[in-house]
């Protein structure tokens, strides 16, 4: 398996990580990240989706557990914002170089401001995508934040 900029991140880090293949085909009425916490049976408070919004105009990364939804408002609030929407998914992949459905959080295109749901710190690892469909990585999130440059806030509901 070809590694992808995601995992080529943790390995110049030198992050201790796991790789979680699965297949990514799912019902339409299924999200990307439900269907890879179902593909896994893992815990949906432990595996995180990477969103892409616009606070104020300026591209912004948002990761949040799949249990939940991304509030936009709080999203705002944790990086000094007023209002914001989710990005358009042409300039989501366009800015972090990854498809839809397999938008990781680490080695994107263009470092843009991250933001971790602060849940993610009450679990020794968390999973994120790898950068591809059907392909999860598990890491710590304390390096997930530090390699993403991120700060962490309450912006999941």
Known sequence: MAATPAVRVLEKARVVHTLHPYDPEHPAD?????????ALGADPHRVFK???ARVDGTLTVAVVPVA?????KALAAAVGGRKAAMAEPA?????TGYVLGGISPLGQKKALPTVVDDTALGFATVMVS??????Q???PPQDLVALTRARTAPIGR
């Open 137 to 139: 990585l598990e890491l």
């Open 130 to 135: 790898a950068g591809k469909r059907g392909l």
């Open 50 to 52: 990477t969103l892409v």
């Open 68 to 72: 939940g939804t991304l509030d936009l």
């Open 91 to 95: 300039d989501a992949e366009r800015a």
């Open 30 to 38: 299924q999200g990307h990240g439900e269907a890879a916490v179902a």
